[in-house]
């Protein structure tokens, strides 16, 4: 029987057929959906589709994109929005 923690559905889940001839299922992690701009939801640049723990561990400048707004907006709006802030001065 396999552990309890392998068992729910948050684990992907396929069958290996091992050099000894016996099918067995591996286990791993599914990724996690990619970022998206708040504003029109189109999928972000640059930033890495991995887990939290995963991301934890990548450098600052691997993580977002050096812009303002970095890992909230994508390039088209956030030009768009730094103009609207410089029109209302």
């Known amino acids: 029987m396999v552990e309890p923690k392998l068992r729910s559905r948050s684990f992907k889940r396929k069958h290996v057929v091992t050099p000894g001839n016996r099918n067995v299922l591996h286990y791993w ?22 887990r939290s723990n995963a991301l934890r561990q990548l450098a ?29 001065l």
């Open 60 to 88: 600052k400048s691997k993580k977002t994109v050096a812009r303002p707004y970095g890992g909230n907006l994508c390039s088209k709006c956030t030009r768009f929005l730094l103009k609207q802030k410089a029109r209302e």
């Open 29 to 50: 992690r599914r990724n996690p959906s990619p970022l998206k701009c708040r504003l029109c939801k189109v999928v972000l640049k640059g930033i890495p589709r991995v």
